[in-house]
């Protein structure tokens, strides 16, 4: 099948690190461009990092920028995040996403438009002391 799987959240303190990754099955994310979402109790869903998985071209949210890193694994067909110095902030459920169309800076400031191509079900990240 189809399908996107973000791997297991969990609970960390402030200041804090945890890597997440998502890996495809079905399709191959080559020349897709992939973001990380992600959506807290009573807010919006918002942009958090995107990547082209041809040319490794990134774009990050300002409120992560220099705490979080985006790579992919092409050999692998999996895309990463990397998060540290975590803060409460943080906190949400996370989701990652493909398309073939859109451009990452598309991707992620409109935090996931309609007409994705895939979604994965989403991983619950907790930041708590």
């Known amino acids: 099948q189809v399908q996107l799987v973000e791997s297991e959240g969990g609970l960390v303190q402030p200041g804090g690190s945890l890597r997440l990754s998502c890996a495809a099955s079905?399709?191959?994310?080559?020349?897709?461009?992939i973001g990380w979402f992600r959506q807290a109790p009573g807010k919006e869903r918002e942009g958090v990092s995107c990547i082209s998985t041809r040319d490794g071209t990134t774009y990050y949210a300002d409120s992560v920028k220099g705490r979080f890193t985006i790579s992919r694994d092409n050999a692998e067909n999996s895309v990463y995040l990397q998060m540290n110095n975590l803060k409460p902030e943080d906190a949400a459920v996370y989701y990652c996403?493909?398309?073939?169309?859109?451009?990452?800076?598309?991707?992620?400031?409109?935090?996931?438009?309609?007409?994705?191509?895939?979604w994965g079900r989403g991983t619950l990240v907790t930041v708590s002391s």
């Open positions: 079905g399709f191959t994310l080559d020349y897709y461009a």
């Open positions: 996403a493909a398309d073939k169309l859109f451009t990452i800076q598309a991707m992620c400031a409109s935090a996931g438009p309609p007409g994705m191509d895939y």
